[in-house]
């Protein structure tokens, strides 16, 4: 199957933060068992497509394990040719834990969906590619995530503000890590998640006391991530929390002049600070009913 662009088109790949992530248990298939929300935040990478004969596209510079050079390359395995020039325009910062590349591979997916690739085939590359991307491909907004973190549940989602803060902390194979460094006493049965869950199902605003994360705990013996929770907090955060295995921190507000009161007192401070909002589900960022693949 051959896919043709007719137009040019831009796509929005959203930012996402964990509202609360628990791990239950180790997985016999190696993965670990998870109840976590995901919510995609008005933190966006760009996808610029535009018409070509055949494929042409090259990851960014800087980025090893690009997401969406492994999605065209499975979806060609699979007899799917993609003819469009696809550049990547990354604003999302890689490896903390924000899903950058995950939306990256996801929204063009999930666009690819919208065309004439089948979605149970859109389905299986998506989970073969990790855990966030089926979340992506349907594009975002809030969700429960429980099993590998591909079983999704979609919830409303709330209103609300965050300040995210990135340390400057580079880590090799950082998820794989991470998850080894979690102890049992780390492990707990996802029920403070679970019950944020069925707060936002009620239409209630989140609840900051309801949110986990228990890398919270492996990540603070970094010094640059102790540093920037306790400039999160200094700032005027009365919650820090990292988003997945992070690094990146992030802290809630229901009112935009504290979030952007704290954002503004940190980037006096120079460091990679970012003020967003919560953001619903999306059509993979552009409106494509009128058919721009042929």
Do not use: C
Not at 230 to 256: C, D, I, K, N
């Amino acid at each position: 199957m051959r896919i043709e662009l007719t137009w040019e088109l831009t796509l929005l790949a959203p930012a996402k933060l964990n509202l609360g992530l628990e791990v239950i248990r180790k997985r016999p298939d190696g993965y670990h068992e998870v109840v976590t929300i995901l919510q995609t935040v008005s933190l966006f990478d760009r996808l610029k497509l535009s018409p070509a004969e055949t494929l042409d596209y090259e990851p960014p510079p800087g980025i090893t394990d690009d997401l969406v050079a492994r999605a065209l390359d499975e979806l060609s395995r699979r007899g799917i040719e993609v003819a469009a020039r696809i550049r990547l325009e990354k604003q999302i910062p890689v490896a903390a834990g924000l899903g950058g590349g995950s939306s990256d591979a996801g929204t063009l997916l999930g666009a690819l969906a919208l065309a004439r690739v089948p979605h149970a085939l859109v389905d299986e590359v998506a989970a073969g590619l990790g855990s966030d991307v089926p979340f992506f491909v349907r594009g975002g907004g809030t969700a429960v995530a429980t099993g590998r973190g591909i079983e999704l549940e979609p919830l409303p989602t709330p209103a609300g503000w965050f300040v995210i803060v990135v340390p400057r902390l580079h880590l090799p194979e950082k998820t794989r890590r991470l998850y080894q460094a979690l102890d049992p006493d780390d492990f707990s049965d996802g029920s403070a998640t679970r019950a944020q869950a069925e707060r936002l199902r009620q239409g209630l605003p989140l609840d900051p006391e309801l949110i986990r994360n228990p890398f919270m705990r492996v990540l603070e013996s970094f010094p640059e991530v102790r540093k920037a929770a306790e400039a999160l907090r200094e700032a005027g955060a009365h919650w820090v929390w990292p988003t997945g295995t992070g690094p990146a921190l992030f802290s809630f507000f229901l009112s935009v002049e504290h979030a952007a009161a704290v954002a503004e007192t940190l980037r006096h401070g120079a460091r990679d600070v970012w003020l967003v909002h919560s953001v619903a589900k999306q059509r993979n960022g552009a409106d494509l009913s009128s058919r721009p693949f042929g």
